[in-house]
């Protein structure tokens, strides 16, 4: 089991172009969420995707959106980068379950925006 | 509002000596607590949550609601104890599906 899976590891984009990160969950989780992480700071929750529709949304403007396919898999999309959008994606997913299930993280996207 | 926080940004010890890592929460219902680990070049993963009650890799956490704590602790560390510590918050009530982190404590355990 290769566990969640993030592509690509590094990325680096000019202010106002647009990105595209990728994640697959780890075998048997149906649940998605991303989360930014700033140098020196914790993980901060932009949003969670579930039966591909997103079920709940951080304090992030709508220039970040995202989006799950059938088979789990998501994608999240950030338009028109800022300086201060430089960071590390971490996906997340974990399984349908009650409650709040632990997530299992993958190794995240760095993105540089100069 | 709500959040965690980790007071320390590195705590070094030596090697054998017991280990605190503090976490405080506020959190307006019943929250969730875990705290998770990031040891070099691996990926955040999950070291214990409040709710199984289980000692990992000899660490405790006891959630304490009228401190609104949840410290991480170990008797005797390890130097492969050296790592990055999260502590995190959910919500338990329905419709509550993120997760707080802190900034996160760096454990340095000196031989």
């Known amino acids: 089991d290769a566990g969640v899976t993030q592509s690509p590891t590094h990325l680096i984009k000019t202010r106002g172009q647009q990105v595209t990160l990728r994640c697959s969950p780890k075998s048997g989780h149906d649940t998605v969420s991303w989360y930014q992480q700033a140098l020196g700071q914790g993980p901060q929750f932009i949003f969670q995707y579930y039966e591909e529709e997103e079920r709940q949304r951080g304090n992030f403007p709508d220039r970040f959106s995202g989006h799950q396919f059938p088979n789990y898999s998501s994608e999240l999309n950030v338009n028109a980068l800022l300086l201060g959008d430089s960071a590390l994606y971490l996906c997340?997913?974990?399984?349908?379950?009650?409650?709040?299930?632990?997530?299992?993280f993958g190794n995240g996207t760095r993105l540089t925006v100069t | 509002a709500q959040r965690v926080t980790q007071p320390e940004k590195l705590l070094s010890v030596f090697k054998g000596a017991p280990v605190e890592l503090k976490c405080n929460y506020s959190y307006s219902g019943s929250p969730e607590l875990f705290w998770y680990v990031q040891y070099s070049r691996q990926r955040l993963q999950l070291l214990l949550r409040?709710?199984s009650r289980e000692s990992i890799k000899g660490f405790t956490a006891d959630l304490n609601k009228g401190e609104t704590s949840f410290h991480l602790k170990k008797p005797f560390a390890q130097e492969e104890d050296s790592a990055m510590y999260y502590c995190?918050?959910?919500?338990?009530?329905?419709?509550?599906?993120?997760?707080?982190f802190g900034t996160g404590t760096r454990l340095k355990v000196l031989a």
């Open positions: 409040h709710i």
């Open positions: 997340a997913s974990s399984p349908r379950a009650p409650g709040n299930s632990p997530l299992h």
């Open positions: 995190a918050l959910s919500g338990s009530q329905a419709g509550t599906y993120k997760y707080i």
